[in-house]
């Protein structure tokens, strides 16, 4: 059975920093894109970031760009999120994703490009 468990998640300071970590197990993603969403209150599922196979592709949403850095460990089937410089607007479920196909080294931005899911952690930004 395959699973995505997302760790890191807290209640952090404006400015702040926390850092999510995604461990896959029940097959390995080392050559699949995985991505990392966030839903608000109230609002949809968005992107986040998003990381080729062999990590060589990053994207970001313009609203993280130079705050979040995505990362992967291939060796231990983990992808990771950096999140500097938090504001309110971060507060969010985070959820981690894994595409689940391989043989392009995409990093598709597209939450329907994803097969697999973790089951969210809670990041609440304080004011």
């Known amino acids: 059975q395959v699973q995505l468990v997302e760790s890191g998640g807290g209640l952090v300071q404006a400015g702040g920093s926390l850092r999510l970590s995604c461990v896959a197990s029940?097959?390995?993603?080392?050559?699949?894109?995985m991505a990392w969403f966030r839903q608000a209150p109230g609002k949809e599922r968005e992107f986040v970031a998003s990381?080729?196979?062999?990590?060589?592709?990053?994207y970001y949403a313009d609203s993280v760009k130079g705050r979040f850095t995505i990362s992967r460990d291939n060796a231990k089937n983990t992808e990771y999120l950096q999140m500097n410089s938090l504001k309110p607007e971060d507060t969010a479920v985070y959820y981690c994703?894994?595409?689940?196909?391989?043989?392009?080294?995409?990093?598709?931005?597209?939450?329907?490009?994803?097969?697999?899911w973790g089951q969210g952690t809670q990041v609440t930004v304080s004011s």
């Open positions: 994703a894994a595409r689940g196909l391989t043989g392009l080294d995409l990093a598709p931005k597209v939450a329907t490009q994803y097969g697999y």
């Open positions: 029940g097959r390995t993603f080392s050559n699949s894109a």
């Open positions: 990381i080729s196979g062999r990590g060589v592709r990053t």
